[in-house]
């Protein structure tokens, strides 16, 4: 008979930060795969668009069930999702009395404001806030970029480890020995330690590693008289009534598609997905859009991989589960630089379409697999864009493509004629989904003018490029 687990405080906290793209969920997922079996991890995720994806990747690294996943999607954990960040650490504790919690905060966040919610009165004598890690991606490294973005830069000043990702691509040569010399030279305080990871691994040891006296003297102490550490511990004591959040183990959760949004299963049905616009990411200058497919929407592996690599050059980010076949779902992940490298050899060809074109001037960026998982639930898709409304509208008026949501136009629109597909309102909704969508305040957009309706347009143009991807029945 099993013994009922024994609640044992304080539980140790690590947070995982670090821009949009840096690999943190891969990192998460590799921890996952080398927990001890007798324990019990809990893994909060934090994404700003409605449609949360980085859970499901998590979930299906963890199918035995001795790992609870929790999405709080649609904003940042460290403001407006608060409340219920610390509802659900409550819930954790209660309920699933696990030996460990790692969070995951979004890319767009600081997570100087998370460290003061878990540092205040009400959770830190049950939680131990171990060292912060922060993720830098060495393929694109580059410090005086890095520093100028006020968010990276607070992630990687409060952080106690930092490690250099992706060390294993091509275009990261050379960048951890220049990671390693910046941060001794340039940053205070000074690191504990700069790993370089190469295909997400991390080392657990690093969770055990405590927090440095200076990185946490930079923080808001619990009870100061900050007004940011005032309005968050209110919206958090206010917020905890009435929240709803799932708790159940990964296994159980992948099986059931549990991290889709229920309004958006519900609006989606046969080959009219529903599309869930993110509203979190204006000030930032992004836009973030999300599809949920029916459960019996099928994707032809071959169409989607093409569309992908075509897609991924101008987005900022791009993840998703898909059904490829009766009883097969995959994620989309990026191969390895040798990998990438003997992959492209074998399709180049010499241009003959706008879209050949395209997927050669492609070929230096991301390569992707499609790698099979545990998930079961309806089809999902994510993607975050960059949306300058002055360069774009100058852009779309000048025919110049530089700009990534320009490049996005022209990438798509050469591959819907490929497909025969640019003509025709396959994505348009029925008068009872579009009822569905807006009572569950789905498919409304908050950007202003021009530029809303050129995510409008970019968003309309993506979706009609997924439904060319469906296996025709």
């Known amino acids: 008979m099993t013994q009922p687990r024994r609640l044992k405080l304080p539980i140790p906290v690590t947070i995982i930060t670090g821009a949009l793209g840096v690999g943190k969920t891969t ?27 980085d859970a499901v990747a998590i979930e299906a690294s963890c199918p035995d069930g001795s790992a609870v996943v929790k999405q709080l999607a649609g904003g940042c954990m460290c403001c407006v999702l608060s409340g219920p960040l610390s509802a659900a650490i409550a819930q954790i504790i209660r ?119 200076a990185a946490a003297a930079l923080m808001v102490k619990p009870g100061s008289s900050s007004s940011r550490a005032r309005q968050q511990q209110a919206a958090a004591d206010t917020s905890l009534q009435g929240m709803q959040l799932r ?43 999300g599809w949920v497919f029916d459960q019996q929407d099928i994707f032809d592996q071959v169409l989607l991989l093409q569309l992908l690599q075509l897609v991924q050059p101008a987005v900022l980010r791009l993840k998703g589960v898909f059904r490829v076949a009766q009883k097969q779902w995959v994620m989309p992940l990026s191969l390895p630089a040798p990998q990438q490298q003997q992959q492209q050899q074998q399709q180049a060809v010499l241009p003959t379409t706008e879209l050949d074109e395209l997927q050669q001037s492609t070929a230096s960026s991301k390569a992707w697999q499609l790698q099979p998982v545990c998930y079961r639930g309806p089809s999902m898709v994510e993607v975050i864009v960059s949306t300058p409304p002055a360069a774009v509208m100058t852009a779309e008026a000048t025919g110049v493509t530089s700009n990534p949501e320009a490049q996005l136009h022209a990438a798509l629109n050469a591959f819907l004629q490929q497909q025969n597909g640019a003509a025709g309102g396959g994505s348009q909704c029925s008068e009872a989904q579009g009822a569905a969508q807006a009572g569950a305040g789905i498919g409304k957009l908050s950007l202003n003018g021009a530029a809303s309706l050129q995510l409008n347009s970019t968003w309309q143009l993506l979706e009609e490029a997924l439904l060319a991807c469906l296996q025709r029945k």
Do not use: Y
């Open 27 to 53: 990192a998460i997922c590799t921890l996952l795969q080398n927990k001890p079996s007798h324990e019990v991890w809990c893994i909060i995720v934090n994404e700003f668009g409605a449609v949360g994806l």
């Open 95 to 213: 309920q699933a009395k696990p030996d460990r919690v790692i969070i995951e905060p979004s890319g767009l966040g600081h997570p100087g404001g998370l460290i003061d919610i878990l540092q205040g009165p009400h959770l830190c004598t049950s939680l131990q806030l171990n060292a912060v890690i922060c993720l830098v991606d060495l393929s694109v490294f580059d410090p005086a970029t890095l520093m100028a973005n006020s968010t990276a830069a607070d992630q990687v000043t409060v952080a106690d480890v930092l490690v250099g990702s992706k060390a294993d691509a091509a275009a990261a040569a050379g960048a951890a020995e220049a990671l390693q010399q910046w941060a001794a030279d340039k940053l205070f305080p000074v690191k504990q330690e700069v790993v370089i990871s190469a295909h997400g691994q991390l080392d657990t040891c690093w969770l055990h590693a405590p927090r440095s006296a």
């Open 247 to 289: 708790d159940q183990p990964a296994s159980k959760a992948a099986q059931e598609g549990t991290a889709a949004p229920a309004a958006a299963v519900n609006a989606a049905s046969a080959g009219q997905p529903c599309r869930v616009p993110g509203t979190g990411l204006q000030a930032a200058g992004c836009g973030s859009c």
